[in-house]
């Protein structure tokens, strides 16, 4: 695209919509000359300025919703990377030459997303169809019919805009629930590993896609540790039970089974038996301190780092199997071992630490990787901090994360 030769300003210029660009943090970028024309604004009096200071709601109208209605629908797509088409909104323009005086107006907005290299929203994309003009065209035509079909039209946006609002407030009330349930069920660790254990979850920010991550870490006999991280498909609170089923159920299996890939085996067999398992995805290591080797397996799940003390970074990819409950029958999961050093780090995340939206997720696992070399030396704790505040997006992430890292 970028060698197309297509000179894409003009074509942001020509298009015949009504498009303006704003970045997230609702301050005008740009907008196209028929955008100008619709608002009655020039682009000099729009770029760089705050949207609802150029275009704040009557103060003459006490139901004016407008800029309340489409400030709620820019933040919910920065929030969760997703389009959204609002209902028809009545939002009143203020003349520019004369102040104080206001335009009935009527809109049809779409708001967009568009993604940074990262995969985070960079800027929002505000499309606006005007309909004023068809609103009294059929008040002209159609007299008192055409104003009661108006006044039922926008009556009926504003029932679907607080039917809306009450859904996403019971969604809020909910995930705030399945995040104190998950925290209960997944404690900081204070000894386990010798102290040289450092643990993470960060929910994903303005959804309720939260839940589904978890880790769990098991001191076992003969000097080893047991870590693992996983993620269940769905969220919510039946992601934050179905999690807590999961992780109970591999807490026993590691104490008694010969390795991870047997502790997988029982675990699979289980996720058979518990609804919304399926698919879910676990990574497991055996740490044996006084052989000092690794041994791992994977179920379905991104693979472990190894960081060795020289600054290289090993993925641990050798032992990957299909998630729990993909396969119809039983088949025995591969396990694979590796030494390390002492000095060494392993560090176990759930994908959203690395993966992005339209991005190759090797180029999210060397992101990762160049943050472990640069910060080799860091202990457990500062190590966790500073990955997930180099790897996840500024503003929060659409995904929850867990990361779980052991100083070897």
């Given amino acids: 695209m970028r060698n197309s030769g297509i000179d894409y300003e003009q074509v942001f210029q020509a298009l015949p919509g009504s498009v303006a660009l704003l970045r997230p943090d609702l301050v005008y970028a740009d907008a196209n000359e028929a955008f100008c024309q619709m608002s009655g604004r020039t682009r000099e009096q729009l770029v760089g300025r705050f949207l609802f200071d150029v275009f704040p709601d009557n103060p003459n109208d006490d139901g004016a919703t407008g800029m309340r209605n489409l400030e709620l629908s820019l933040r919910r797509v920065v929030a969760t990377g997703e389009r959204d088409a609002m209902a028809l909104q009545r939002y009143d323009v203020e003349y520019p030459d004369r102040p104080g005086q206001w335009h009935e107006r009527y809109w049809s907005p779409v708001n967009a997303p568009v993604f940074g290299p990262d995969g985070s929203v960079v800027l929002l994309l505000h499309r606006v169809e005007e309909v004023t003009e068809l609103i009294r065209a059929k008040g002209d035509r159609d007299g008192d ?10 009556t009926r946006a504003r029932e679907l ?17 399945a995040l104190t349930l998950q925290a209960a069920m997944l404690p900081v660790p204070e000894r386990v590993g010798g102290g040289r254990a450092a643990v993470r979850y960060r ?39 179905v999690m807590g089923q999961l992780r109970s159920a591999l807490s026993a299996a590691v104490l008694v089974a010969d390795g991870p890939a047997a502790a997988l085996d029982a675990l699979g067999l289980y996720a058979r038996s518990v609804e919304g398992a399926e698919s879910t995805t676990v990574a497991l290591a055996v740490v044996d301190y006084d052989r000092h080797t690794l041994a791992y397996s994977s179920a379905g799940h991104l693979p472990p780092a190894l960081l060795h003390p020289d600054g290289t970074v090993e ?7 299909p998630p729990l409950g993909a396969r119809p029958e039983h088949v025995a999961r591969p396990e694979a071992e590796t030494a390390f050093e002492d000095g060494a780090t392993l560090v176990l995340y759930t994908d959203g630490l690395v993966e992005r939206r339209r991005e190759d997720i090797d180029v999210g696992l060397d992101r990762l990787a160049d943050c472990l070399t640069r910060h080799v ?6 190590l966790a901090d500073t990955v997930l505040a180099e790897l996840i997006p500024r503003g ?9 890292i052991i100083r070897l």
């Fill in 145 to 154: 019919r055409a104003q009661v079909l108006e006044a039922e039209l926008y």
């Fill in 161 to 177: 805009q607080e039917v809306n609002q009450r859904l996403r407030q019971a969604h809020a009330r909910e995930r705030e629930v």
């Fill in 203 to 241: 929910p994903a920010v303005g959804a309720l896609n939260v839940c589904g991550d978890w880790y769990d870490l098991a001191e076992l006999p003969g000097n080893r540790l047991a870590v693992a991280v996983g993620d269940v498909v769905g969220h919510g609170l039946h992601a934050a039970g």
């Fill in 315 to 321: 993925f641990l990819d050798l032992a990957t199997d």
């Fill in 377 to 382: 030396s860091a202990d457990a704790e500062r």
């Fill in 396 to 404: 929060g992430n659409s995904d929850d994360t867990a990361v779980v």
